[in-house]
């Protein structure tokens, strides 16, 4: 499921780095994945476990 996305638009450059907060109810090991796209269409994605 995608939960948060960011864009950089030719007027407004700026990239917002911190998403809106989530609480969890239970504690364990999340996979979060990061996906990059360039300008030209090329993307790269990489999976980082995270402890809640």
């Known amino acids: 499921m995608q939960g ?5 638009t ?14 969890y109810e239970a504690h364990r ?3 979060v994945m990061i996906k990059v796209v360039d ?3 090329n993307d790269t994605s990489q999976i980082f476990p995270v402890e809640v």
């Open 10 to 23: 030719r007027k407004d450059r700026k990239l917002p780095l911190i998403s809106d907060s989530h609480t």
């Open 39 to 41: 300008i030209f269409g």
């Open 29 to 31: 090991t999340f996979n």
């Open 4 to 8: 948060w996305v960011a864009y950089r």
